[in-house]
């Protein structure tokens, strides 16, 4: 008789760990999702602040070339001209790249919500053992 009360208790017992473990799998997968799109947001600032630099990089000499010209040609001294077209390249270079360094500040990689999701499970499996 007292194996007939304890093969069920065996096979709850068996099902809770079951159950346990398929929901902790569950969990971990949402994690793995919600890092997955963190990590993409932040490749994706990554991307921006890389485009950012490669726009200086490229479009200084070109800018600053044609723009001096023009304003030369427009009655302004070389040097006036020189300086002029250089800070509005770089204004436009550093708020480019300020977006890009922004965007990957902003991206927390701690999966906030997946582990808010564990911890009350955690916390019901503890509820129904104790």
Known sequence: MKSETRRPIAVLIS???NDVTLLLQAE???????LNEKL???ANGGVMLGAGAICLIAGVG???FALTEWLVVAGLAR???????SAIVLL?????????????????????????GVRQDLNTIKEHVS
């Open 28 to 34: 971990l997968r949402l994690v793995r999702v919600e």
């Open 62 to 64: 070109i800018a600053c």
């Open 40 to 42: 993409g947001r932040l």
């Open 15 to 17: 099902n809770v760990i």
């Open 92 to 116: 436009v270079g550093a708020l480019v790249a300020a977006r890009g360094v922004n965007s990957i500040k902003s991206t927390e990689l701690v999966p906030e919500r997946s582990l808010h």
């Open 79 to 85: 040097e006036w001209a020189l300086t002029l077209v």
